[in-house]
Every structure is written in structure tokens, then in C-alpha cells.
């Protein structure tokens, strides 16, 4: 796999959990379930397209201070 397949297999699971988070009931559970479910469902994609913006191997590195 390559890294284009592996973002757009990314983007359609951040699609598919969107899907999923909307059909859930809208009550308080359902609309706080839903928040945490499309924020971690969908981070794996945000992460992985900053991850193939660095530059170098530093910019993978956190400065500890």
C-alpha cells in the first residue's frame, strides 16, 4: 500500500464515521457520544496529512524544555 491509498482509505473513514456520528439519537448521550466519536475518528486523517508535511526527520522530534 502507498501512501496515497492509505490517506484515501483515511478520508473515507473519517467520511464513514461522520455518517455513523449523525445517526445517532439526539439526545444528550447521543450528542456527547457523537462529539467524541467524530473527534477521534476523524484525528487519524488530520494526523497522518501533517505527519507527510514534515520536512526532515527534526520536524518530527518535540523539543522537551
Sequence with gaps: MNKFELEERLINFSV???????????????????GQLIRSGTSASLNYGESQSGESRKDFIY???
Excluded: W
Design 16 to 34: 464513514l464515521i461522520i455518517k455513523i456520528a449523525n445517526e445517532l439519537p439526539n439526545i444528550r448521550a447521543g450528542n456527547h457520544l457523537s
Design 63 to 65: 523539543p522537551v524544555r
